[in-house]
């Protein structure tokens, strides 16, 4: 197994996650846009992912080339940024965005189903791959803090550019060979998604990431609001994603003892819990870390639990849609209304009332995961 060769691409795919999600709402604001219209920009990246993900999954499917659609999602999606350098007008950036998120969605769930491919009978072996990104998160967002504290929001693009280079590079080591073409099974892809526990599985990943929405889009604006140093706001975004790290390599011995279904319902009350505290107690440092280190719930538990659960579920030809569905329902449909939603109320409702809109969308996803999530039983083939 190519281990360092997957692992770089994650550590590059996060580390330009780790400069956009963080530090892209600030860049916006540096060049005069309201929080309505960061909501919106923040959105339209989230929202491709509704679409992309399964336009490409579906097409890696039928043809069987997943490193192909990787590398060209990459590439492209480097192209169409490059736009940015252009014009700051509303509809033009507005324009870049749909087109460069469209192509640098496709590329993660292809990704995705190629590593699992790799990893064959040893899938518990996922978090020590994926933590490199991880780590690539955490060096470019503490970086990167004390880079614009220094030379201001402007050089941002500059530096997402070098490091979708870096995606698109590290693509071309991977080969096409867990890859290949997989024959077509007589399970059809909407009999297993009338399944109730599927859609209970989908359901909850929508809402999970729903509930991240005031923070992907909002937590650094929030801090800067609240007269914290871009440094620090750096530090604390990197502070969750170390303790992310560290869960990622705790899972391997925590789902043999909890179980998937135990860990998924413990990152969701974690998360409500997240939420209400950042909600409320902004201006306390120590609340704050904290709440950091909940990320490891509320991301990698959630993440390592939910992705595998996919991967069981969706089985042969379906790889790579089921990953793709994921995508889409979850970072994509889920974290576009999320962005929405807190967009909407920030500057009407408040910053707290978004935190509390969170906590209650994670708590209804703990109870469906709940009700019809079942321990440990694999989905009955209709």
Same mark, same amino acid.
């Given at each position: 197994?190519?281990?360092?060769?997957?692992?770089?691409?994650?550590?590059?795919?996060?580390?330009?996650?780790?400069?956009?999600?963080?530090?892209?709402?600030?860049?916006?604001?540096?060049?005069?846009?309201?929080?309505?219209?960061?909501?919106?920009?923040?959105?339209?990246?989230?929202?491709?992912?509704?679409?992309?993900?399964?336009?490409?999954?579906?097409?890696?499917?039928?043809?069987?080339?997943?490193?192909?659609?990787?590398?060209?999602?990459?590439?492209?999606?480097?192209?169409?940024?490059?736009?940015?350098?252009?014009?700051?007008?509303?509809? %033009?950036?507005?324009?870049?965005?749909?087109?460069?998120?469209?192509?640098?969605?496709?590329?993660?769930?292809? $990704?995705?189903?190629?590593?699992?491919?790799?990893?064959?009978?040893?899938?518990?072996?996922?978090?020590?791959?994926?933590?490199?990104?991880?780590?690539?998160?955490?060096?470019?967002?503490?970086?990167?803090?004390?880079?614009?504290?220094?030379?201001?929001?402007?050089?941002?693009?500059?530096?997402?550019?070098?490091?979708?280079?870096?995606? %698109?590079?590290?693509?071309?080591?991977?080969?096409?060979?867990?890859?290949?073409?997989?024959?077509?099974?007589?399970?059809?892809?909407?009999?297993?998604?009338?399944?109730?526990?599927?859609?209970?599985?989908?359901?909850?990943?929508?809402?999970?990431?729903?509930?991240?929405?005031?923070?992907?889009?909002?937590?650094?604006?929030?801090?800067?609001?609240?007269?914290?140093?871009?440094?620090?706001?750096?530090?604390? %975004?990197?502070?969750?994603?170390?303790?992310?790290?560290?869960?990622?390599?705790?899972?391997?011995?925590?789902?043999?003892?909890?179980?998937?279904?135990?860990?998924?319902?413990?990152?969701?009350?974690?998360?409500?819990?997240?939420?209400?505290?950042?909600? $409320?107690?902004?201006?306390?440092?120590?609340?704050?870390?904290?709440?950091?280190?909940?990320?490891?719930?509320?991301?990698?538990?959630?993440?390592?639990?939910?992705?595998?659960?996919?991967?069981?579920?969706?089985?042969?030809?379906?790889?790579?849609?089921?990953?793709?569905?994921?995508?889409?329902?979850?970072?994509?449909?889920?974290?576009?209304?999320?962005?929405?939603?807190?967009?909407?109320?920030?500057?009407?409702?408040?910053?707290?009332?978004?935190?509390?809109?969170?906590?209650?969308?994670?708590?209804?996803?703990?109870?469906?995961?709940?009700?019809?999530?079942?321990?440990?039983?694999?989905?009955?083939?209709?």
């Amino acid at each position: 197994m190519p281990y360092w060769r997957l692992s770089s691409f994650y550590f590059f795919y996060f580390a330009s996650l780790g400069a956009l999600v963080p530090y892209w709402g600030l860049y916006l604001k540096s060049t005069g846009f309201s929080a309505h219209d960061i909501g919106i920009f923040m959105a339209t990246i989230m929202g491709t992912k509704i679409v992309s993900p399964n336009i490409w999954g579906w097409i890696a499917d039928h043809l069987g080339h997943r490193m192909l659609i990787v590398r060209l999602g990459c590439l492209l999606a480097a192209v169409t940024f490059s736009g940015v350098f252009v014009s700051n007008n509303y509809w %033009w950036l507005l324009a870049v965005m749909v087109s460069f998120s469209f192509f640098w969605n496709a590329a993660l769930p292809q $990704f995705e189903a190629t590593t699992f491919n790799y990893l064959g009978n040893y899938t518990h072996r996922y978090s020590s791959i994926r933590l490199w990104g991880s780590i690539g998160f955490i060096i470019a967002v503490a970086g990167i803090g004390s880079v614009l504290d220094l030379q201001g929001a402007g050089i941002l693009p500059f530096v997402l550019i070098a490091l979708f280079a870096g995606i %698109w590079l590290t693509s071309l080591l991977v080969s096409e060979q867990a890859a290949h073409h997989l024959p077509v099974e007589h399970v059809k892809l909407s009999k297993l998604l009338k399944n109730p526990q599927v859609l209970a599985l989908l359901v909850v990943c929508f809402l999970m990431q729903l509930s991240h929405g005031p923070y992907y889009t909002f937590y650094t604006i929030y801090l800067e609001e609240h007269r914290y140093s871009s440094w620090l706001i750096g530090q604390l %975004w990197s502070l969750g994603v170390v303790a992310e790290v560290a869960l990622f390599l705790l899972m391997p011995m925590l789902v043999p003892r909890l179980g998937l279904r135990r860990l998924l319902m413990l990152s969701l009350l974690l998360a409500a819990l997240r939420w209400l505290m950042i909600g $409320f107690y902004v201006d306390t440092l120590w609340v704050l870390i904290i709440a950091q280190l909940f990320h490891a719930a509320s991301f990698g538990i959630y993440h390592a639990s939910a992705i595998e659960l996919i991967h069981r579920y969706f089985t042969g030809p379906h790889q790579g849609k089921g990953q793709a569905l994921y995508s889409s329902l979850s970072f994509g449909a889920g974290g576009a209304v999320g962005s929405l939603y807190s967009g909407l109320m920030w500057d009407t409702a408040g910053s707290t009332a978004a935190f509390l809109v969170a906590t209650s969308v994670a708590l209804l996803a703990l109870l469906i995961s709940w009700v019809w999530i079942f321990p440990e039983v694999r989905v009955k083939r209709i």
